[in-house]
RNA sequence: UGGGGAUUCGUCUAGCGGUAGGACAACAGACUCUGAAUCUGUAAGCAUAGGUUCGAUUCCUAUAUCCCCAGCCA
């Protein structure tokens, strides 16, 4: 898998402009707004983006934040979207760049196209400048303002930057054409006038461009030759040609791909946002959130996610990929790298009558049975252990292979045991213990006399375990494609059981020295690692459930 | 009802006039010291209707369905 080519329509036109001479060398870009963090979806633009770079010797990725609105950006944005960029495996060398670093030259451009009878002050408020615009089935009506001379123009245009002029009283319009089908060429805004400070320019600026007019100039300004986005801009393209043309710059060229969604999940930025304004989630990187960093603290590999990213492709649909490919692509990857671990979520003691007390076995167990590399680790072995609960059951179904009363079984490169005894409590019923006989030859679980046992079941010792917690996340989203249409409370969308907390889990000693951003399997539960935000403190380890093993025994169990 | 876009197994995707292929999911089986992994197999698709052609998923014409656009958001 991993050495497949990348291949989708817009690699395909890269190769061509290259074949064919129209470019000697390719600059893309990714263009985050500073305005919340980035997503699952984000990710296939990033590695669509800087994949293209990295796939061609002559090619380079520019990462700007797209910082033209104030008042919804800042900097913990900025920081956190770097460095997700990083963690999945990108660099932009010294290529970072600001929309609002190019104030001036955004200024300037809109000066000459004032002076080209191209753009006016318009002075309609809110309002007039809706009601002038025309609807879908009907054309807008040109500005009263709209010809104002270029010299009132100019002086206007100067008033409003020098910070004389009320938010809303004017706004600065390029003069296309009201009657255009595409609203977006109805005298589109190029500045409005806020007075909001921004996080970088602070207070010097008291105009900031739009998008349409600030996006394709810096785009044009850094000399981008291929100008990706999603094709709810695709309505946009004739405004960004009409830009470039009209200011006779460098003409970078847009193309336009289909979003990415994925199932079980909520990817709109302001929902997200909404989420954890609401303290649905923790915060951005809340192990549930489909943001990057959330799903780097669930535990996924950035591998995982740009194996993701290739499978699904870019194409001009609109798509969802399921949830399920995602999670394969991270199985996948750490089914390689993760190394193996005993650990007992929900613990039931199980006491072996003929071990001897107080004796001591270290049994040897491999790190990662996929990866002979690994090495070997020794786990403690005594007369007490606990065992999973759902690994014994009094009265078990039919296929059920697992401990029951009389039956053999294999402890995890241990010994057989077979179960002799169920101790209940008098009062509850509950089952409080399991008394069990090992065989002493079959250590190492193996039995010399070649007899077979159906299951192997997981344990610890109990005098040895450490305790930890455990969260168990599930999908944000119980339903596929779940409705957060306008006026649908959020929360009713949401798994109530996204989360689970296991506070005593009993977990084999050498998971002590567990470091965040390591993968374990807890054999035959899955994919865990150490909580990065609350696992600072040795003495009080949290792992998070990645993601579980696939489980074909509780599939046929719930489909009974 | 204006403009723009999309439509291939459940999902994602290949196909560029000549036997519709892959991945995930599903199902069945083999193997197994993880009911994992691995392996084998099964089922499943060109939105519809016309036309052009020896031959159409591919070209043409309609139709249908879905998505986007009326921010001084990006």
């Given at each position: 898998m991993e050495d497949r080519i990348n291949r989708d329509f817009i690699r395909d036109i890269v190769k061509e402009d290259l074949a064919s001479g129209k470019h000697e060398s390719i600059t893309t870009r990714f263009p985050p707004e500073p305005n919340g963090y980035l997503h699952i979806g984000h990710a296939a633009s990033i590695c669509l983006n800087f994949g293209i770079a990295e796939e061609n010797d002559s090619a380079t990725c520019n990462l700007r934040f797209?910082?033209?609105?104030?008042?919804?950006?800042n900097t913990e944005f900025v920081e956190a979207i770097k460095e997700d960029i990083k963690w999945l495996g990108f660099n932009w060398d010294e290529r970072e760049y600001f929309a609002s670093d190019y104030f001036e030259k955004l200024y300037g451009f809109a000066v000459t196209l004032i002076e080209k009878g191209k753009a006016y002050v318009d002075s309609q408020n809110q309002e007039e400048i809706r009601e002038n615009r025309g609807t879908l089935t009907h054309p807008g009506n040109d500005s009263p303002?709209?010809?104002?001379s270029v010299q009132e123009n100019i002086a206007l245009l100067k008033e409003m930057r020098a910070g004389k002029h009320e938010p809303g009283s004017h706004v600065l319009r390029a003069?296309?054409?009201?009657?255009?089908?595409?609203?977006?060429?109805?005298?589109?805004?190029?500045y409005r006038i806020l007075d909001t400070p921004h996080h970088?320019?602070?207070?010097?600026?008291?105009i900031y461009p739009m998008y349409d007019f600030a996006h394709g100039l810096s785009d044009s300004i850094e000399e981008v030759t291929h100008s990706l986005c999603t094709m709810e801009y695709e309505d946009h393209r004739p405004l960004y040609d009409w830009f470039i043309n009209e200011l006779k710059v460098f003409k970078s060229r847009q193309i336009e791909f289909g979003k990415i969604f994925l199932s079980h999940t909520i990817l709109s930025k302001r929902n997200l946002t909404k989420l954890v304004e609401n303290n649905l989630?923790?915060?951005?990187?809340?192990?549930?959130?489909?943001?990057i960093s959330g799903m780097r603290r669930l535990g996924y590999s950035a591998h995982s996610i740009r194996e993701f990213c290739q499978r699904v492709s870019i194409t001009r649909r609109w798509n969802t990929a399921e949830i399920e490919l995602l999670e394969h692509c991270l199985r996948e990857d750490l089914n390689k790298k993760a190394h193996r671990a005993l650990a007992v979520l929900k613990p039931l003691k199980l006491v072996i009558e003929n071990y001897p007390e107080n004796q001591v076995e270290y049994l040897e167990a491999s790190?990662?049975?996929?990866?002979?590399?690994s090495g070997i680790r020794k786990i403690p072995f005594s007369r007490e252990l606990y065992i999973e609960q759902?690994?014994?059951?009094?009265t078990p179904p039919k296929r059920?292979?697992?401990?029951?009363?009389g039956r053999e079984v294999r402890l995890r490169y241990g010994y057989f045991i077979t179960c002799k005894e169920v101790i209940k409590d008098?009062?509850?019923?509950?089952?409080m213990e399991i008394r069990c006989t090992y065989d002493p030859?079959?250590?190492?679980?193996?039995?010399p006399d070649g007899r077979k046992v159906k299951s192997t079941i997981h344990w610890v010792s109990a005098n040895h375990a450490i305790d930890a917690e455990v969260r168990l996340y599930e999908r944000?989203?119980?339903?596929?494609?779940?409705?957060?249409?306008?006026?649908?409370?959020?929360?009713?969308?949401?798994?109530?059981?996204?989360l689970e907390v296991i506070n005593s889990a009993k977990l084999e000693?050498?998971?002590?020295?567990s470091t965040s951003g390591n993968p374990i399997q807890f054999e035959r539960l899955g994919y865990f690692c150490l909580d990065s935000e609350d696992?600072?403190?040795?003495?009080n380890l949290v792992f998070n459930r990645t993601v579980s093993l696939r489980d074909s025994w509780a599939k046929t169990q719930s489909s009974n």
């Open positions: 797209d910082d033209t609105n104030p008042s919804k950006e303002y709209r010809s104002r003069k296309i054409d009201m009657s255009s089908p595409n609203l977006n060429m109805r005298d589109p805004v190029m970088r320019t602070g207070n010097t600026w008291p989630v923790t915060g951005w990187n809340d192990p549930r959130m489909p943001t790190n990662n049975p996929q990866d002979d590399s759902d690994d014994f059951m009094e059920f292979f697992r401990l029951t009363p008098p009062v509850t019923n509950d089952i030859d079959t250590r190492g679980g193996n039995a944000l989203c119980l339903d596929p494609e779940p409705d957060i249409s306008d006026g649908k409370n959020l929360e009713s969308v949401l798994n109530p059981n996204s000693p050498s998971l002590k020295e696992s600072k403190d040795k003495d």
